[in-house]
């Protein structure tokens, strides 16, 4: 299908991903009265989904990742807001309007709001494309399941590894968490609640080099980063950790990203393009939490507003 062959849709705000920043954006801009539409490709709720348990959200002591991913998507559709299934391949801007490309559509607005969010980083290492899917995860609460009874190894030192290792402790029998320093980077209380779990225990100053095994993950290569020392330690899976990735490609062309492809904004969600804004894990931000990103799509969905009147002057 070429271009000229697509259908064209018009709209006053178009945000693109329906995580908790998307989604809050689309509560406050459809309320604002703004023709929203909302584009996704996944599940409604973004990252939350994979989240087993969420105890740092206003409002929930505790709650699971999907509830709360539910509960958001159907308060940010109460105002009109309507979220359509689409893959977006860029983004153009065109003076002050915007075009955002998908296989069949073309949608058009004065307002774009980014909230692709971001992509859990790879390894990099030997085995681990080969065994993804048979024994290498990127997510505890889809796949924590198949290790009941085994040994498990997290890879990484952040909040991600410390929180999913312990996740991982109500299946399998062991967690060993490998990390590159003899510190965490993860918050305090995820590392005192892991220290004090016996079955989670910790490898330090260790880098992975390889993952092992053929059919099905038999083990790990690694190398103690101050000996130099290396040596093998037998799992049955590898759940790697090891920071974020933004999805910013949609938007590369545009020149709003810094050099590690976060989208660089003010603290009112813009962008340096005007009526183009940046909410959520996306944004280069020191903080990336459910509760930063709802404060930011606030701000980006107020600020839609605000900007469409600023048009009308
Ligand atoms: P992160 O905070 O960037 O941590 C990544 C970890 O992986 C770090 O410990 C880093 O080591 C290590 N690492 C990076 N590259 C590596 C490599 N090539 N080999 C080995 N280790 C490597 O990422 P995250 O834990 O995925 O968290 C992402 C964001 O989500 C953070 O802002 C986090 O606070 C947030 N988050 C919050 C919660 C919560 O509030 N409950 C839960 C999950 C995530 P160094 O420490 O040496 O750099």
Redesign the pocket.
């Known amino acids: 299908m070429t271009t000229v062959d697509k259908e064209l849709v018009q709209a006053d705000v178009i945000i693109v991903g329906a995580g908790p920043g998307g989604l809050t954006a689309a509560l406050y801009a459809s309320r604002a009265n703004l023709k929203t539409i909302i584009i996704e490709k996944g599940m409604p709720g973004g990252e939350i989904n994979n989240?087993a348990d969420?105890?740092?959200y206003p409002g929930f002591k505790l709650i699971s990742g999907p509830e709360l991913a539910n509960h958001i998507f159907e308060s940010a559709m109460a105002f009109g807001a309507e979220h359509v299934y689409g893959d977006v391949e860029k983004i153009e801007v065109e003076g002050l309007t915007k075009k955002i490309h998908t296989s069949k559509t073309i949608y058009q607005a004065p307002v774009v709001i980014v909230a692709t969010g971001?992509n859990?980083?790879k390894?990099?290492v030997p085995g681990e494309e080969l065994l993804a899917g048979k024994g290498v995860s990127y997510c505890a609460v889809c796949d924590g399941f198949f290790f009941r009874n085994r040994h498990v190894i997290v890879?990484?030192?952040?909040?991600?590894?410390?929180?999913?290792g312990t996740y991982l402790t109500q299946f399998a029998d062991k967690v060993t968490i490998?990390?590159?320093?003899d510190?965490?980077?993860?918050?305090k209380v995820?590392q005192n609640r892991a220290f004090a779990n016996e079955k989670v225990n910790f490898v330090w100053d260790t880098?992975?080099e390889e993952i092992i095994g053929e059919n099905n993950v038999e083990g790990v290569k690694v190398r103690n980063v101050k000996t130099d020392e290396t040596s093998t330690i037998e799992a049955d899976g590898v759940f790697v950790?090891?920071?974020?990735i933004p999805n910013s490609d949609t938007v590369k062309a545009l020149n709003v990203t810094n050099e590690e492809g976060w989208i660089v904004t003010n603290n009112q969600m813009e962008t340096s393009v005007p009526g183009l804004f940046a909410v959520g894990?996306v944004r280069h931000t020191n903080?990336?939490?459910i509760a930063t990103a709802v404060g930011d799509g606030s701000q980006a969905g107020h600020m839609a507003y605000q900007y469409l009147m600023s048009l009308k002057d």
Do not use: M, P
């Not at 890879?155 to 929180?163: I, K, M, R, T």
């Not at 510190?183 to 918050?187: K, Y």
């Not at 950790?241 to 974020?244: A, K």
């Open positions: 989240t969420v105890e740092n971001a859990h980083r390894l990099g890879v990484g030192g952040g909040d991600s590894a410390v929180e999913e490998i990390h590159r320093r510190e965490l980077r993860a918050q995820l880098v992975v950790y090891v920071g974020l894990d903080l990336r939490q």
